[in-house]
């Protein structure tokens, strides 16, 4: 069964102050959703705190670092005991890496894989067990990325997090196949968010004129991240599968199973064009 309207349905987002956690943690909260946005730092999230309530809606705005399992362990108890059990849990936070493999130093492949694969582990283990025990329909979406399904050059360790996230979502919705909470993969592609311009990890190999390239080329075709928010409220609804969102995703995607080389040398063509390859 799905979950088919949000009025006093509690969400939790993760990266919620800025880019798609913001814009999803919006969507919900129109639904009539009570919101928990969740970022590392509280002052942040003052601004979407303020427009979640002005819809007249709960939010409780939390600090954590998603790659800290002790913290981690600690939000999901203080989500129980002011909400119980959330509805709905988005494992959005993520961070971004731009470099040559080749060029890039092991320090970023750590944080990359600390934040945006046990991130989502952290927020999967500390809520998926009140959230089966609390029973109903509840749903589950990890954000992963269009690069977890084709990875481009430049990004490799943040295509290996994303991989790492797509391949694992997949086995949990396997394992969670008879219980009461139904899972979503979201891969999301080019969003024009201000995750190029936050870039965690840039090589120092990658010239300011590469980055000003690709976030010129994020800026002009990324697609805004209310539309990937969106296809997450309509996921819920209709205990989507996946979410492909942004331009020439879908297609990319099942172009990608019929033609690895295709896509490839698309891939490459992309790369050279957004200016990091
Ligand atoms: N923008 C894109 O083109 C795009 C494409 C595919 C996937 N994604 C994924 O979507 C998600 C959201 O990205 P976005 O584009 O909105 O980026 P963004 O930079 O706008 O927002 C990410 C948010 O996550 C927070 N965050 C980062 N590290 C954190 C941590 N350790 N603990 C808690 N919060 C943390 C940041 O403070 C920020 O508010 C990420 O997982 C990203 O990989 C983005």
New binding site residues.
Partial sequence: MAITTFADKTVVV?????????ATAMAFAREGAHIVA????TD?LEPVRQEVEALGVRCMSYA????DEAAMKTFAAAVQSRFGAPHVLIN?????YLGLFLRSDLEHWQRILD??VM?VVHGCYFFLPMMIAAGGPRHLLN?????GNFPSPSMGA?AAS?GAVSIWTEGLKMELADSNVHVTT???????????R?W?GVAPSVSDETLAKMRDY?QRE?CA?EV?ARAMVKAVRKNGDIVLS?PKVGLAYHVRRVSVKLIRAIMIDFSRKAGYL
């Fill in positions: 993760t990266g919620a102050a800025s880019g798609i956690g913001r969740a970022d590392l730092h942040a954590v670092d998603v790659a959005n936070a993520g961070i971004g934040v945006n991130g954000v992963s990325s269009s690069a943040y994303k979201v891969c999301p592609g080019v969003i024009n968010t201000p995750i190029v936050n965690a994020y990324g991240p990937v942004g």
